[in-house]
Each structure stands twice: as C-alpha cells, then as structure tokens.
C-alpha cells in the first residue's frame, strides 16, 4: 500500500517536473472529460448572451426564449469575429459582421448575401457547441469529446428536494487551477488567512483528526461534529459537517442540525487560461423565511473568499519567478499531494479508455489548524 510519504513525494516531483515547463503555472493542462461551473443561472438570463473564457476557449452562453441553456464556441467561422458581439433574437445569433446567422447548435441558418438562386448548404457551417447543463441555479459546461453517457454534474450536496435559497460569489484569482485547487483543500492556511472576528483566529491551534473516504473523483471528509472552537459550537452536539471534494476543483460542504440540512456550499475552480482561475461558491440554504438573509450570505462568502484571493495575489508575485517549492508537510499537505494524484490517474484513466481507479485510501489524517 502506498504510503503517505510516497504520496508526498510524488506529488513533489510532480511538482518540480511542471515547474520545469514553460507555462508558469504548476500543470500545463487542464482535466478534460468534465463538468466546469461556467455561471449563475441568475447571470444568463432570457434571450440573453454573454461570453466568457473557459479553459483557454472562447466561449458564448446563453439561454433561449424559451429559458433553455446554450454554449458554442464564440468564433463566426467566417471570418472570427466573435458571435457574442452580434445580436440575439432568443432563437438565433447574427454575426455584427456579415449578418450571417445562427441556431443554439451553432449550426449556420442563413447567409444574407446569397441571392435568391445562389443555393449553399448553409447548415454544413457549424461553430462548436457544448453540452451545457443548469442545476440547482447553476450553469455547467462539458469539456471533453464525449457527448453522451456523461458523468453526473457536481452538485452541493445534502439538498435533494428541499426548497433553497441560493446566492453565488465569483472571484478570480490569478493563479494555475492547480495551485487554486491546493489552496480549496488545504487546511494549514485556515487559521492563518481566514481571520475575522466572526470566525477565527491563529492564536488558538488546535489538532485535527479526521476520516477520510475515497469517493467519486476525489475523497470525502466523513461526517463528522465541528470543531469545539469553531462558530457552531452553541449546538455542537446537534451539528454534523460533511466535506468533500471532487475534481476538477469542486469543494462540497453540507451542515445538518439535528439530522436535517440547513447549508449546503459547492466551490468550484474554472481555468480561465493557464494563469487565472474563476471561483465560484453557491451557497444554498433551507430555513423557511430566510430570503432576507441573501445579501448577509453573498458578504459573508465575499469577504472569507477574498482572504483567499488575496494571498493569491501575494503568491502570484512569488509564482512568476518560477521557484522551487516545497509542498505542505506531512498529513496537512496530503489533500494537496491526492488531489495531483486523482487528476493524473483521471487523465491516465481517460487516455487509455479505462474507468478511474480512485487513488485514495481509507486514512485518518493529523494536523493542527
Ligand atoms: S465574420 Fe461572422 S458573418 Fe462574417
Ligand atoms: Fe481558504
């Protein structure tokens, strides 16, 4: 069985061997053959476009007249300007160029400089389109060839038909998803970078023991009370926590009180290029009456998120000088260390048409955090 520190030192060199790439940033790849949180649904709204890169791609989202979401590739295949800039009718998009027109399957419907007599098979001009699927108030996009037998899209957890409110903050950080990622799963630099007098402090460590399970595309934090010292232990007893992560970047944490949901969260990272990261946090919750509470949640989520956003700013100033890193010791940089794992056996996995063999194993990780 592979040890921790066998992990660790396979992520290190996995580390230094990017580091040796020219692209800046710790991978020069992104995951492909999966889900990316492209918008809140409340940001694509009704006979609306809106344009965006994801992955390094040009891409155009939108939804229909009839409140359907799409993507397509944001290139006019006539001569590149970018569709998004053209016009939408709530069934098709004429390009600001040339007028040429198209559907929501990016397939070309007209050409208005053909006259009458001058037949063209207009339909074989297609910009690419995307699977494109809305949840739970959120818009996802599929990365990757496969167009059917789809792995189910990353969904904040613990809900199932319970009625929520919802809102969404976006950031963007400037730095690889991979290092974005290594920050989502890490808990050293919690005490440290998330201090608020709501929340914490760093003054007061204490040891973390906790279970974790492989799961999906990633690993799961078994259910378990918060910490003692944490905002929620006026009910500890009554309170259970359950986090998890899957990739390509996707931190779930669901709370219960007293056996019933009342916050549900997804995180999800989107590679922009190979040097910027979007993230969004959802925050969903069930307390009947609450919508009031929407623009406390939206600041609160704001002003954690952005600590992490800052330090990215920091380690993006140290980031461009290409430096020799070290990864966090021992059990706190063992998410680090599975996370590099999970997505080399994704893209292994994928490379050679076999199913995902789940790295992780079934370990109790300490630290003090
Ligand atoms: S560039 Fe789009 S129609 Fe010509
Ligand atoms: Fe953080």
């Given at each position: 069985?592979?040890?921790?520190?066998?992990?660790?030192?396979?992520?290190?060199?996995?580390?230094?061997?990017?580091?040796?790439?020219?692209?800046?940033?710790?991978?020069?790849?992104?995951?492909?053959?999966?889900?990316?949180?492209?918008?809140?649904?409340?940001?694509?709204?009704?006979g609306k476009i809106l344009n965006k890169q994801m992955l390094g791609e040009p891409i155009l989202i939108g939804r229909d007249a009839n409140g359907k979401v799409f993507?397509?590739?944001?290139?006019?295949?006539?001569?590149?300007?970018?569709?998004?800039?053209?016009?939408?009718?709530?069934?098709e998009i004429s390009c600001c160029f040339h007028g040429w027109t198209f559907n929501t399957s990016g397939v070309c419907t007209g050409i208005p400089s053909l006259v009458?007599?001058?037949?063209f098979p207009v339909c074989k001009i297609k910009t690419k389109s995307y699977v494109c699927r809305e949840v739970r108030d959120t818009i996802w996009i599929y990365f990757?060839?496969?167009?059917?037998?789809?792995?189910?899209?990353?969904?904040?957890?613990?809900?199932?038909?319970?009625?929520?409110?919802?809102?969404?903050?976006?950031?963007?950080?400037?730095?690889?998803?991979?290092?974005?990622?290594?920050?989502?799963?890490?808990?050293?630099?919690?005490?440290?970078?998330?201090?608020?007098?709501?929340?914490?402090?760093?003054?007061?460590?204490?040891?973390?023991?906790?279970?974790?399970?492989?799961?999906?595309?990633?690993?799961?934090?078994?259910?378990?009370?918060?910490?003692?010292?944490?905002?929620?232990?006026?009910?500890?007893?009554?309170?259970?926590?359950?986090?998890?992560?899957?990739?390509?970047?996707?931190?779930?944490?669901?709370?219960?009180?007293?056996?019933?949901?009342?916050?549900?969260?997804?995180?999800?990272?989107?590679?922009?290029?190979?040097?910027?990261?979007?993230?969004?946090?959802?925050?969903?919750?069930?307390?009947?009456?609450?919508?009031?509470?929407?623009?406390?949640?939206?600041?609160?989520?704001?002003?954690?998120?952005?600590?992490?956003?800052?330090?990215?700013?920091?380690?993006?100033?140290?980031?461009?000088?290409?430096?020799?890193?070290?990864?966090?010791?021992?059990?706190?940089?063992?998410?680090?260390?599975?996370?590099?794992?999970?997505?080399?056996?994704?893209?292994?996995?994928?490379?050679?048409?076999?199913?995902?063999?789940?790295?992780?194993?079934?370990?109790?990780?300490?630290?003090?955090?």
């Open positions: 069985m592979t040890t921790i520190s066998q992990l660790v030192a396979e992520a290190s060199a996995e580390i230094e061997a990017v580091n040796a790439s020219k692209t800046g940033g710790m991978g020069t790849w992104f995951l492909r053959e999966m889900w990316y949180f492209a918008a809140a649904s409340a940001d694509v709204k009704h993507a397509m590739k944001d290139i006019c295949p006539h001569q590149a300007v970018p569709l998004s800039s053209g016009h939408f009718d709530g069934k009458d007599d001058q037949e990757g060839d496969k167009t059917e037998d789809l792995p189910d899209v990353p969904e904040a957890p613990g809900l199932g038909e319970m009625y929520c409110y919802q809102t969404t903050v976006r950031l963007l950080l400037p730095i690889h998803i991979d290092y974005a990622a290594l920050a989502l799963i890490d808990p050293a630099h919690v005490p440290y970078i998330h201090k608020s007098w709501w929340w914490r402090s760093a003054r007061n460590l204490k040891v973390k023991n906790k279970r974790y399970v492989p799961e999906g595309s990633g690993w799961t934090m078994v259910k378990h009370h918060p910490s003692p010292h944490s905002i929620f232990q006026f009910a500890n007893d009554k309170i259970e926590t359950e986090i998890s992560f899957r990739l390509p970047g996707c931190r779930r944490e669901y709370l219960t009180f007293g056996g019933r949901t009342i916050i549900s969260g997804i995180s999800t990272l989107t590679p922009i290029d190979e040097t910027t990261t979007e993230l969004n946090h959802t925050t969903y919750w069930t307390v009947p009456g609450t919508s009031f509470i929407t623009p406390f949640v939206h600041y609160f989520v704001n002003e954690f998120l952005g600590q992490d956003r800052d330090v990215a700013l920091l380690q993006e100033k140290g980031l461009k000088h290409k430096p020799k890193l070290i990864p966090t010791i021992k059990d706190a940089g063992t998410p680090g260390a599975w996370y590099l794992l999970c997505k080399k056996e994704w893209a292994d996995a994928h490379r050679d048409g076999r199913a995902f063999e789940n790295p992780i194993p079934d370990t109790i990780l300490r630290w003090r955090s």
